[in-house]
């Protein structure tokens, strides 16, 4: 999994899977499913770490980040508001005129294929700003 560096000492990869790892619940199982997701999606994704902490995929702009809360994943889509979402599974941040959001709680799964063409489509219309 590619990644950039980020203080010359961990690739953000790495910084990625050592918070999944300090993580150790479901909060973490649900970062590396969500994570194996996005590489299953877009094989080329590039990894970040930015704001202290918060894991971003990027292909061509910015897809999604992934932020860890007590209660819930979050994972925030750049231009989410710009996506069709046919199978509705935004249900956060739904008021912005630019991002959007998926939060996950214990216990909930998500619709494996239809987050894949959701991170699809947000990597094609960052290509199609280009």
């Not at 479901?26 to 877009?42: M, P």
């Not at 590039?46 to 932020?67: A, F």
Request: hydrophobic share 45%; net charge positive; glycine share 8%.
């Amino acid at each position: 999994m590619g990644g950039t560096e980020t203080s010359g000492q961990e690739s953000a990869s790495q910084r990625i899977d050592a918070r999944i790892r300090e993580l150790g619940d479901w909060r973490g199982t649900t970062l590396a499913r969500i994570r194996a997701l996005i590489h299953q999606a877009l094989p080329d994704v590039v990894e970040d770490w930015k704001w202290r902490g918060v894991p971003v995929w990027s292909q061509g702009g910015m897809i999604c980040t992934g932020e860890t809360y007590k209660s819930v994943v979050k994972l925030t889509f750049a231009k989410g508001a710009a996506l069709d979402d046919p199978a509705r599974l935004f249900n956060a941040s739904l008021e912005g005129n630019v991002r959007r959001a998926i939060d996950i709680r214990e216990a909930e799964s998500l619709d494996a294929a239809a987050f894949i063409a959701l991170v699809r489509a947000a990597a094609a219309k960052n290509a199609a700003r280009k």
